[in-house]
């Protein structure tokens, strides 16, 4: 007969039989909850997968739309509150994208805003020639400007000489940049200046804003519509939008400058790899294999080799040195101090600073009745500029003792070079005795000119 009593063995047989039972049966009720949610984490993550490219894409579009509507705010704001509005239009990606612009806003066809351009006769051949083509495709035609007096490269080389931009090339900058960029400015009777500098451009752009107030004839109103552009944003919107753009995005120039000193990115290595041929700064060995280019509205290669942070003009101004050593990146333009004055002389009628006209000047050069400090001077250039209020100084020093007086220069350069070895401005001489002796040192203080003058 079967017991009547368990056993202590039975017993716990009994009891793993029942736990073992539980765990094959009903192994979730005794699990944590941590449990739970690893497995409900599991199931939700896969069941809301997203395409992750899509969604890039999709916040870029955003971005980009947002920058298109507050370009073309800041460009009904400056033209419909002025009446000359100009944009001096280099042809390079943002300002075909400000072309795209203002032609999407009317304001090309029915010539609200003027393009204007400047020729420095070094540009590449494809510059000029794209210019051209946006005219034809936009309906407009641009105001172009070159070296003051020169119709073309051969006018030029024979009254600057074709290596002007290697013997001084802050003088060039004057010559073939500055001086017809503010020229153009007053001629159109611009009021406010439509450009393509950005914030990602570099650091001494770093903090421009959409508007700026340019000291220029009582303050010349500044618009930046790309001021918040990053590089690629401007590629994305040409891409966008199919803009025409300047052919040598496709073989491998971010921005276009002058011919003779502007490269294909990524280079060859150090400036000394490359030769100027043609006008043309070429790379002695060939153009490197891995050049990104822009074609077909997108980019072939490593595209963050152009659109890194200040990487736009990377391959621009190679070989370049300001007079201090320095390495060029701004071609004087947009540089402090160069937009001061275009449309005003230096030292007025109240100055005490006296003008001489040419036979004036020769004479004084000869012998006259006191001795002479002159300065030989172009008003738009940024140094004689800058020695204005010394000048004046030394004028007021030296009242009584000497004539101090002004030549503009620039308007008569082969006089001023055959008769006072002038090279670049500003040059002081003096005039003593029928003997001239030149000022070599860059100090233009009262106390430094002073010093000169009475020594000579």
């Known amino acids: 007969p079967p017991p009547t009593t368990c056993t202590p063995l039975a017993l716990l047989t009994m009891k793993v039989a029942l736990f073992l039972l539980a765990l094959a049966t009903g192994a979730s009720a005794f699990a944590p909850s941590s449990m739970h949610s690893r497995a409900l984490r599991k199931s939700t993550t896969t069941t809301m997968a997203f395409d992750m490219e899509a969604s890039i894409q999709e916040t870029k579009d955003m971005r980009l739309k947002h920058l298109e509507e507050q370009a073309m705010l800041a460009l009904k704001l400056a033209v419909e509150n002025h009446e000359n509005p100009v944009f001096p239009n280099a042809m390079i990606a943002g300002d075909t994208v400000i072309t795209h612009l203002l032609d999407r806003l009317g304001y090309l066809k029915n010539g609200k805003v003027t393009i204007m351009c400047v020729d420095t006769y070094h540009l590449f051949p494809e510059t000029m020639e794209f210019l051209k083509e946006i005219e034809d495709h936009y309906g407009f035609k641009a105001e172009i400007f070159a070296a003051e007096g020169c119709a073309d490269k051969a006018e030029y080389d024979k009254k600057f000489g074709a290596d002007l931009w290697m013997e001084d090339v802050e003088q060039y900058d004057k010559v073939c940049k500055v001086e017809p960029f503010q020229r153009g400015l007053k001629t159109c009777k611009t009021d406010v200046m439509i450009n393509g500098r950005t914030r990602w451009q570099g650091f001494e752009r770093a903090y421009i804003d959409l508007f700026e107030n340019a000291p220029i004839g009582g303050g010349l109103a500044k618009v930046n519509p790309l001021a918040y552009w990053t590089f690629e944003d401007t590629f994305d919107y040409i891409a966008k939008y199919k ?14 400058g002058d011919a003779k000193d502007t490269i294909a990115i990524p280079g060859v290595g150090p400036v000394e790899n490359y030769k100027v041929v043609d006008g043309i700064l070429t790379p002695i060995s060939g153009e490197p294999l ?12 490593d595209k963050t080799k152009w659109l890194d942070y200040a990487s736009e003009r990377l391959g621009r101004f190679q070989g370049l040195k300001n007079k201090d050593g320095t390495t060029k990146t701004e071609c004087g333009i947009h540089v402090a101090g160069a937009e001061q004055t275009f449309d005003r002389d230096l030292w007025d009628a109240d100055s005490k600073v006296v003008e001489v006209s040419k036979d004036g000047l020769i004479s004084l050069k000869e012998g006259g009745d006191k001795p002479t400090v002159a300065v030989v001077y172009a008003p738009w250039c940024q140094f004689c500029q800058a020695m204005e209020t010394e000048y004046e100084g030394l004028a007021k020093e030296l009242s009584g003792s000497f004539e101090v007086v002004k030549f503009r220069g620039d308007e008569e350069r082969e006089f001023v070079s055959e008769n006072f070895d002038v090279k670049s401005f500003p040059t002081i001489v003096a005039l003593k005795d029928g003997k001239m002796i030149k000022y070599d040192s860059e100090e233009r203080t009262v106390e430094a000119m002073k010093k000169f003058a009475e020594s000579a």
């Not at 803009?243 to 276009?256: C, D, E, I, Q, T």
């Open 243 to 256: 803009v025409p753009h300047h052919p040598l995005h496709a073989k491998g120039y971010p921005s276009m």
């Open 290 to 301: 891995d050049v990104v280019k822009f074609e077909n509205f997108e980019f072939v290669g």
